[in-house]
């Protein structure tokens, strides 16, 4: 503040002195003839001959000498002037000693022997302007030279100082400030001499001669002294002047000036002058000359205390109190800047004293994490508890919110300064607790500014104030004011939000418990009201009280089991209902119940599916809410569980059966006031609660499958009114022209686009079937923005769809690329087929007789989409298993019937192409019967046994990609020709229809595709897709018990009776498989493709060990066999670089890039031939030829370091085939498995040869082998020993079984083991639906995650 009143001054007496408008020089200097000014150089010549001249005139009268110095002065303005403020006088010193003296002389004369009153007329008539030209300038004319003389260089002031004028001047400011003039008005020239006055006051504080100038008399101590005392009779004019220079000499941090005015009393007698006045001055006047004092005692400090201790000696700090407390009351609209200056200077005065503030440490645990409590000094500190207790009096009487704030402010400033002050001011004063008890009598704006202030003790100290948090929370239960309470609770919330820690301190302090009691209170008042809201956009405290407190709750609760518990030992589930009903409570109730459904599941399930069942048809807003809140706890596997436990599927289907007619037109009425857009935003959430609820949880599907809830879904779609009647049997299709169908994203682009052309109710069809398609693919509840309106959501997945499909942007139709010619990576996978199923039944409704061409487009359109679905045999094997062409057959039948119907070519080829992936008998009886009438009682059965016999189910898999259609004019293949040519060419339509059927048998049995390699049948097999996951594999649970002498059999696991298997076998061991690579992972993946992980562990340890492994390395193709121990861990765990370097002896590489070709089956065996001591011989061989071999060491005994066991342990050996969970690694990598063997021996080369020919469709254990050519009544011997055969594994078949069903098909060491790898404790389980899990039959278990089973022609079970 002071800084700046300087500033401003100086600004003000910038070279005032040039500014002489109006104001003829007192003398003009001669000049040669000639009108022109000589420039500034020759003007310095003139004034330095003439000064030269006065010097070596011989002495003369004082009158004379007077006369010519000021003959002088106006050349010496003028060529300063001139020269822009740069003076280049070589006598300048001596020119400045004479002015300076002469000034002072007169100024000395003018004062001298007068009156106070009579001298300050006399001083200003001698420096002031005349305004007559003939009147006498003198004063005036030395006053301006003297203040050009001040402003050049410390040489020339230290001649004024000398002088004696900086005193005379010092003086003559008294008499301005204290004597006032009696004229109201002042000019431009009085404010002229002002501020050259003042700046040469300055210009000579700057300099430690002229301060010493100041001092030689009292005239500081009288102008010091009248700032205080006599303000109210002190000349406005000369006031702001005055405090400028008394500042700067405050300023100076002179050791002169401090002792001067300690022996004037200066300090003292002002403070006693102010108490006086205190009561009596505005608090503004009175405020700014207090700050002036302290401004002295602040300057002064760091030189010496002396003037501090006379500070406090003068009962400073009383005085401080009174003058900050004449602040309360004050009507302020704004921050007074004396008062912000005077609360900086008591803020600065709690840092003076000699030592730092000795306290106890007393911090209460626990704490933040970050928190660190510094004991060292490091900053500025708190030494001055006086000062600080002036603050802490002025928060405990005032009640300005002005004030207050301010002086809140000031403790958050010190705060910043160190976080010891903090700690140092509460353990001595405790101004935060005491301001806890008194903040509720203070205005809102200073009770929202002091819960901010305990905000910062947590945010930025990262401090825990345990004490402090208790009085909040008595506040909270206490403060009869519901204002205060909100102010509080909200800063408790956010604090609350900050750490977890705070969960468990506010159940400890009981605030849990407190607020719980409230929101009971609260809950029966609303359930006596009847839940009647207040008026719309009126938000009373209570209710807003009601809102925070339930919010808080929520940030207690969240990652807090126990507090979900002390919620429930309340008994406050009942209550937390009531506020559902209230949309002002409903955010923050479901957040309570979906904290509660960590604890327990079914509770929020049937909370949430009742309150959906039980809710109005008006009630829209709330069934959203409820819905969204049921996809977010659907996310967990649990959740799933419990929804289907409650009956949750029934519940959502019960809500699109209440829909029935909402999107007729016009509307039943009952559905009047609810618009299409609403109801079919419940559709939507619904649908993806039911995707939700299926997603990735195969007990889900195959209970919506078995409780046949796809055909109810189905029926509940039909009846929402948008969908049209099924057209009348034998019913002559329209004609319509021959243009192609729009592709299906155009025809969902057009509507959902905001003006849409198409009818209302086509448009709401389309919708739920865009709904459906992305349902169908699982990634209908995963969209992120489901808040917004459905038409928002689906634009931005419409326009990547026409991206890749492309539209004609003249409008015509434009054919999609023919599916044939895309690899199956990039088609979509289906993940609920029985949607699909849904689709298809949904398909003949769509025609409506009132747009019969657009109906027929949009029908085409549809099954050209669901064609180009099923395009990959992923897709057809779940399609099959999920029933698509009994569901074809039933509700398409007239289509697929009718060649001249518009979808029967799209469905025909829909059905051919599902029925070469598998068929059942009676659904081919069916289509083989098309064109052969059957007795009408048969076909009435047929149709009825379909209807009873379909079913749909759903099926997970990875997230979709965009589809493309199916038909390409280029196509070449079988089943296109074949295709192309189903065209009516006779009028009889049953032969037509017979020709048809029989052309779709040919294309039906086809080769998909004329290469010789893919012609072939080819084997059943087990894909593994590490894009989806990132692992995925087979998991053999025992291949070996190793027991000790004195281990019990029990122990042992795997399958069958008699002695556990020996590991490692003694005479060696061979390991082979058939293989297709369909892509490689990428370099930079690294993700090895693994054939076989052989992994031991022994009992009584915590580390299992890989001891045996066949792998193909990504990075240059070649094939790794190791037979060294290394720990099985977590790629995370691994080094960095990759793994070290193998151990000599233990690995065998052999690069085989050139031997492996993309989507082709190959043979790999590995034959380990056990030799003498610890030797073996590996070699390897890719299709029958042997591609490496090597010596190196066989498997060791034990896993591991262990070169001993215990007589009464064990060794488990258990094995993976493909990449189990703990190397989860997503990558591009995606093979299949066929036949797989273990044998413990040492096969020859000729038995290889003959497993090689056999191919990878032989599925027996070879022991009974035709050779080629051989009779088949010819005597067979095995090719291996049945019991060499450790496994062999083949995907004849699947299904998908209980955790029940493994318990009891496995003994208790395998159903350990499996437990262990799927991470569920199987064999502790009773509940026959608690889970499902993928088994082989005669095989071995397979984790529940992640897995793709699948096979070209026999349909078998897939799970992900």
Known sequence: MEAKEVSEAEDRAEDPGSENKGQPDAAQPDFPPGGQTPGPTALWEMLERKFLEYQQLAPRSPAEHQKSLLNLLPLFLKAWEHSVGIICFPSLQRLAEDVSNQLAQEIQKALVGKPAEQARVAAGQLLWWKGDADAEQDGHLLL????????????????????????????????????????????????QVQR???????????????????????????????????????????????????????????????????????????????????????????????????GFVKDSYPVSSALFLEFENGEGYPLLLKVLLRYDGLTQSEVDPHLEELLGLVVWLTTCGRSELKVFDSITYPQLEGFKFHREA?????????????????????????????????????WAWNARNFFLLEWTLQPISQFVEIVPLKPTLVQMHFFQLLEVLVFELHYVPHEILRKVQRLIQESPEPLVTLVALKTVLRIAGRDPLFTDIFRDSG????????????????????????????????????????????????????????????????FIKIFLDDECYRGASLSILEQLSVINAEEYMSIIVGALCSSTQGELQLKLDLLKSLLRILETPKGRAAFRVSSGFNGLLSLLSDLEGSLREPPLQTWGAVSPSQTLDLVLHTLCAVSAALYLDPVNGDFFRRTGLFEKLAEDLCLLGCFGALQEEGAPPHSREDTKARPFADLMSAAFSSASPLPPKIQSCLQILSFLDSMARGTLHLCKDLKDSPRARQEAVVDAQKGEAGSDPQGNFKQWPDLEDRTDEGDAVIMHPGILCVMVRLLPQLYHEDHPQLSEEIQCSVASHIQSLVKSEKNRQVMCEAGMLRTLMTYCHQALTTSSSPLHSGLIRIFEKLASQAIEPDVLRQFLGFGIAPP????????????????????????????????????????????????????????????????????????????????????????????????????????????????????????????ARSFPPPGGLTFSCWFLISRHSSVTEGHPLRFLTVVRHLARTEQPFVCFSVSLCPEDLSLVVSTEEKELQPLDVMEPEGDPEPS?????????????????????????????????????????????????????????????????????????????????????????????????????????????????????????????????????????????????????????????????????????????????????????????????????????????LEETRVPVFLAV
């Open 144 to 191: 301006k030279s003297v203040y050009v003389l001040t402003g050049t260089d410390s040489e020339t002031l230290g001649r004024v100082a000398e002088s004696g004028l900086p005193a005379l001047l010092l003086q003559c400011l008294y008499l301005f400030f204290v004597f006032p003039l009696g004229k109201k008005e002042f000019f431009e020239s009085d404010v």
């Open 936 to 1059: 009408p009682s048969a076909a009435a059965k047929i149709l009825r046994s379909s209807h009873v016999r379909g079913g749909n189910s759903g099926c997970p898999g990875s997230q979709a990609v965009t589809p493309v259609p199916a038909e390409d004019p280029l196509d070449t293949s079988p089943r296109s020709a074949v295709t192309q040519a189903r065209r009516p060419s006779g009028p009889s339509q049953g032969s037509t229809t017979a020709l048809q059927t029989a052309l779709s048998l040919i294309s039906m049995t086809s080769p998909r595709n004329l290469q010789p390699q893919r012609a072939a049948l080819a084997p059943s097999f087990v894909e593994f897709d590490m894009s989806v996951e990132g692992y995925g594999c087979l998991f053999i649970p025992t291949l070996s018990t190793v027991m000790g002498t004195s281990t019990e059999y029990s122990v042992s696991g795997g399958i069958g009776t008699g002695a």
């Open 378 to 414: 490091s900053g500025v500190t708190v030494k001055n508890l006086q000062a600080f207790q002036v603050l802490q009096n002025v928060f405990h009487k005032a009640s300005d919110p002005v004030l207050c704030t301010k002086v809140l402010s000031s403790i958050r400033t010190m």
């Open 1144 to 1348: 000599a002896g233990r690995q065998l590489r052999v690069r085989c890039g050139q031997m492996l070709a993309c989507a082709q089956w190959h043979h790999l065996a590995v034959v380990v031939t056990k030799e003498m001591k610890r030797n073996c011989t590996v070699s390897t061989y890719l299709d029958g030829q042997v591609v490496g071999s090597a010596k190196m060491l066989y498997i060791q005994a034990l896993p591991g370091p262990f070169l001993s066991m215990d007589p009464s342990s064990f060794v488990d050996v258990y094995g993976y085939i493909a990449t189990p969970q703990v190397w989860k690694q997503k990558s591009l990598l995606i093979w299949r498995l066929g036949p797989a063997y273990l044998f413990e021996e040492a096969i020859s080369m000729e038995t290889l040869e003959v497993i090689n020919k056999l191919g990878p469709r032989y599925c027996g254990n070879f022991q009974a082998v035709h050779a080629q050519g051989e009779a088949p009544c010819t005597e067979v011997m095995p090719l291996v020993a049945e019991e060499r055969v450790s496994f062999g594994l083949h995907i004849a078949s699947s299904s998908i079984t209980s955790v029940a069903d493994i318990r009891n098909a496995y003994n208790e060491v395998d159903s350990r083991l499996i437990a262990k790898e799927t991470e569920g404790p199987f064999p502790l389980l009773r509940r026959q639906d608690q889970g499902l899990s993928p088994v082989e039959h005669h095989s071995c278990a397979l984790p529940a995650q992640n897995l793709l």
């Open 196 to 294: 050259m006055f003042v700046q040469m006051l300055l210009n000579i504080c700057g300099e430690a001669q002229g301060l010493e100038g100041l001092l030689s008399g009292n005239e500081l101590q009288s102008l010091v002294i009248a700032t205080t005392c006599l303000r109210e009779h002190s000349c406005s004019f000369w006031k702001e002047p005055t405090f400028c220079v008394l500042k700067a000499i405050s300023k100076a941090q002179n050791l002169s000036i401090i002792q001067y005015l300690q022996a004037m009393d200066c300090i003292k007698i002002s403070l006693q002058n102010l108490s006086r006045l205190a009561d009596t001055l505005p608090a503004p006047e009175v405020s700014e000359a207090l700050s002036l004092v302290l």
């Open 511 to 574: 605030l849990l418990g407190l607020l719980l009691a409230q929101l009971r209170k609260q809950a029966k008042i609303l359930r006596k009201s009847g839940n009647k809201e207040s008026n719309p956009g009126v938000q009373d405290t209570e209710r807003e009280l009601t809102c925070v407190m339930l919010r808080t709750v929520v940030t207690l609760l969240k990652g807090s089991v126990r507090n979900a518990v002390v919620l429930k030992d309340h008994g406050m589930v009942p």
